[in-house]
């Protein structure tokens, strides 16, 4: 027999019973039942129950063993009494009884509980990450996710892609987040960068003539932490593919990762034809660029409604600023005063004057609007507000007042808020979909200038024509993000590989031709030498996994993850260079006071 096990904790079965077996485990837990132990062995694969009796002879020892102890059994496979079956465990019809045991490693008192997993504070389980690992549902999400990579990689391949690596060590890249810099030793005052991602490279193995790539790519950026992101590194599939329209790129990656998610939703229905929704569609419709479609509220504008009414808080800012307008965020069934102001109340928690309303009743047989904006717009007015929303008894509608560039984000936050109180969100289920048609540039308020939307690398539509003779912030790109209830999860698209355009590009952000050349060199000379079409797109392999483990934090999907201030509280990073190191790196340290 094998030194430490016959059976791995989740094999055993009444196929077993009367064998002797030897298995080796953690205790996950030891119950004293009047003079019988029983105690729950648990490994990598499942948990199988033991029981001892006094008159074996490795009884005193097994009195002593404690949880999280790690022990060698040699037993006897024995079948369950119908009531003592236990049908949600794989090995629930069997038990071993202990004729022999071997303590391989004692456990300290723990830090924290590994049994029954009660929220424990943030830094103990990452300071312990080791025993918080041990935990049923983070182990359990971690193999999920090396199964849901695994899935990745196979389906690409079915799809005809070939894995690339590409670099860690680069040249630092303006992809919209800090850069890690790394000092070379070599090359006194110079710095290497860990890619944000292996963008540039990915398109230059276009130009090299490998015509479909993906990788999962390890991405680095110097950022504040949040929920859906974590601080220092991330994962990605990456690809890429040459002589592509965005159409062929949504119509070869849409299956794969359909398949995916079908794979490992556990029965949840997932879209399977994904909607293609323009970017000022969603912002209207939705007010985010990310819609959660599990959400059935879809805003509408009802500004004409307000214009010259009774209500002269609209009217009056309607009346003085012809880009103003009023979204209507319906919400069926929300018609009580009372939920009415309860909306009302959360939206002056976030800083607003409030949020007007109408909800509809019925009087006799009449069927009128009730709230303050009723009676000050009138019947008519409030019956045609009804009307095109598709509204009826029992129902409500909220109205937002503002510029929509100003005003969109409250909006989708009171959309979600809408729906999520009056439990209209189907949260069982995938909602998919592609946003497409992203505007190329933007205003930054804090520089003063035109800058990248998005992706600075992608092809405006209309290409050198259309940077060299329209309004920039009217042009749009070929670019697409994928969107999974309320997560972007994917952003890609179709690559501006033309020498002239991509200058002129990054023109009209300020930089100068020389600039372009000497800060994007590799990808400038390479289009220069006959570039592909191409296009592609990164998936959020973190972001998927947490939703398909239907976790709230990347941190219950990573293996070792950061805190919140972007510490490794396990190993102790980042941590203070030594002297001769420094003087090795031609490095002097000039850290301020905080």
């Known amino acids: 027999m094998h030194r430490y096990r016959s059976h791995t904790c989740a094999a055993l079965t009444t196929a077993d019973v009367g064998n002797n077996v030897r298995l080796s485990g953690w205790v996950h837990r030891v119950r004293d039942h009047g003079g019988l132990l029983f105690i729950d062995l648990r490994d990598h694969y499942g948990m199988t129950q033991l029981v001892i009796d006094p008159d074996s002879a490795a009884f005193k020892l097994a009195e002593t063993v404690r949880s999280e102890w790690v022990i060698r059994v040699d037993g006897e496979v024995k079948k369950r009494t119908p009531e003592t079956i236990n049908a949600k465990q794989a090995t629930g019809e069997i038990e071993v009884f202990i004729r022999e045991l071997e303590v391989l490693g004692e456990a300290k008192e723990l830090p924290l509980p590994v049994f029954g997993e009660p929220d424990y504070p943030e830094d103990i389980r990452l300071r312990y990450r080791f025993l918080d690992l041990r935990r049923e549902t983070l182990h359990a999400n971690i193999v999920k996710r090396t199964k849901v990579i695994s899935s990745m990689r196979r389906r690409m391949g079915d799809a005809g892609f070939a894995e690339y690596s590409t670099p860690i060590?680069?040249?630092?890249?303006?992809?919209?987040?800090?850069?890690?810099?790394?000092?070379?030793r070599i090359h006194p005052g110079t710095f290497f960068a860990l890619p944000q991602a292996?963008?540039?490279?990915k398109q230059l193995l276009m130009v090299a003539g490998f015509d479909r790539y993906f990788q999962i790519a390890p991405c680095f950026r110097d950022?504040?932490?949040?929920?859906?992101?974590?601080p220092g590194e991330f994962y990605q599939l990456d690809l890429e593919m040459s002589f592509v329209t965005q159409e062929d790129i949504w119509n070869t990656v849409q299956p794969v990762m359909t398949a995916v998610f079908e794979e490992f939703a556990e029965g949840k229905p997932v879209t399977k034809e994904w909607p293609r929704i323009p970017y000022q569609t969603a912002i209207r419709k939705y007010g985010s660029d990310k819609p959660d479609l599990r959400n059935p509220?879809?805003?509408?504008?009802?500004?004409a409604h307000f214009a010259g009414s009774g209500f002269k808080v609209f009217a009056g800012q309607i009346a003085a600023d012809d880009k103003t307008e009023v979204w209507a965020v319906p919400g069926k069934t929300g018609g009580s005063r009372a939920f009415c102001d309860r909306i009302n109340g959360w939206a002056q928690s976030e800083g607003q004057p409030g949020l007007a309303y109408i909800f509809w009743r019925k009087e006799g047989e009449v069927l009128e609007g009730a709230g303050p904006v009723a009676k000050n717009i009138g019947p008519e007015r409030t019956e045609a507000i009804r009307t095109q929303l598709g509204l009826g008894e029992g129902d409500a509608v909220f109205f937002v007042l503002g510029r929509p560039d100003k005003m969109y984000r409250f909006a989708g936050e009171a959309r979600t808020k809408v729906g999520t109180e009056l439990n209209l969100v189907d949260k069982d289920r995938f909602e998919l979909c592609w946003i497409v048609d992203f505007p190329?540039?933007?205003?930054?308020?804090?520089?003063?200038?035109?800058?990248?939307?998005?992706?600075?690398?992608?092809?405006?539509?209309?290409?050198?024509?259309?940077?060299?003779?329209?309004?920039?912030?009217?042009?749009?790109?070929?670019?697409?993000?994928?969107?999974c209830n309320g997560f972007e999860i994917a952003s890609g698209s179709i690559r501006n590989q033309e020498p002239e355009t991509m200058v002129a590009a990054f023109e009209l952000t300020g930089k100068s031709r020389d600039?372009?050349?000497?800060?994007?060199?590799?990808?400038?000379?390479?289009?220069?030498?006959?570039?592909?079409?191409?296009?592609?797109?990164a998936f959020g392999i973190d972001r998927v996994v947490m939703l398909l483990c239907g976790a709230e934090n990347l941190r219950e999907i990573t293996l070792f993850?950061?805190?919140q201030q972007a510490q490794d509280l396990l190993m102790g990073a980042p941590s203070a260079a030594s002297s001769k190191q420094l003087r090795e790196l031609h490095l002097r340290l000039n850290v301020q006071d905080k």
């Open 297 to 303: 509220i879809e805003m509408q504008a009802v500004t």
């Open 198 to 201: 292996p963008q540039q490279y």
């Open 515 to 537: 600039e372009v050349e000497e800060q994007f060199g590799g990808l400038y000379r390479a289009f220069q030498y006959g570039a592909p079409p191409h296009g592609g797109a």
């Open 169 to 184: 060590l680069t040249a630092s890249s303006p992809e919209g987040a800090r850069d890690f810099l790394v000092p070379s």
């Open 561 to 563: 993850p950061m805190n």
């Open 223 to 230: 950022e504040d932490p949040r929920a859906d992101r974590l």
């Open 440 to 483: 190329f540039y933007e205003w930054s308020e804090e520089e003063k200038k035109v800058d990248f939307a998005h992706n600075p690398f992608s092809m405006p539509q209309g290409g050198l024509a259309a940077l060299q003779s329209q309004d920039p912030l009217t042009i749009k790109a070929f670019q697409y993000d994928a969107v």
